[in-house]
T-cell receptor
């Protein structure tokens, strides 16, 4: 079945540092890709999405590009803030093979220090 | 709009006790989901309901039952709780029908401890 693999955390950065969280996927169909964010004590919120190859999703300074050739959807931010401290989940949705269910990676915890 | 609401927020059970987790959404979504979140495991799908009147097993359904009461409400029942069911439970909903991707909206979660 389809799967998502994320880089392991925790990731600790200083404020204003550059962030990359790696995400790769395996899928037999043509999935849509998502990044969700979970702040402490809260549920997951959609951060950004991309629905086809070469699409770039962006929100709140975060970006990710859907790379079909490398089956990747890496999350980047040029300058992180303390308020970005959270757990980030990469996910895919494949209507053809998974009936649209979301398949999640294991999550990457980000801690940003002042 | 409240979005997706879950009750209770916290619960402690003894092994063998039963309980029902409640979930409701006010976005008129067709599909609803129950996940559990365990450290290092991401979110794993327990059961889902693609539309009112239907339910299907997800990745980890053993020990759980669900009821899609109506379009708004989707409950998760633990008939005989076990320590392995200690977890954080999330409900989600989405407008799956008619869209080619599945953006899900999540509730705040229920933290369950089974002693």
């Amino acid at each position: 079945g389809d799967s998502v693999t994320q880089m392991e955390g925790p990731v600790t950065l200083s404020e204003e540092a550059f962030l990359t969280i790696n995400c790769t996927y395996t899928a037999t169909g043509y999935p849509s890709l998502f990044w969700y964010v979970q702040y402490p004590g809260e549920g997951l919120q959609l951060l950004l999405k991309a629905t086809k190859a070469d699409d770039k999703g962006s929100n709140k300074g975060f970006e990710a590009t859907y790379r079909k050739e490398t089956t990747s959807f890496h999350l980047e931010k040029g300058s992180v803030q303390v308020s970005d401290s959270a757990v980030y989940f990469c996910a895919l949705s494949d209507l053809v093979t998974e009936g649209g269910k979301l398949i999640f990676g294991q999550g990457t915890e980000l801690s940003v220090k002042p | 709009n409240a979005g997706v609401t879950q009750t209770p927020k916290f619960q402690v059970l003894k092994t063998g006790q039963s309980m029902t987790l409640q979930c409701a959404q006010d976005m008129n979504h067709n599909s609803m989901y129950w996940y559990r979140q365990d450290p290092g495991m991401g979110l794993r799908l327990i059961y889902y309901s693609a539309s009112e009147g239907t339910t299907d097993k997800g990745e980890v359904p053993n020990g759980y039952n669900v009821s899609r009461l109506n379009k708004r409400e989707f409950s998760l029942r633990l008939e005989s709780a076990a320590p392995s069911q200690t977890s954080v439970y999330f409900c989600a909903s989405s407008e799956l029908g008619g869209t080619y991707y599945n953006e899900q909206f999540f509730g705040p979660g229920t933290r369950l401890t089974v002693l």
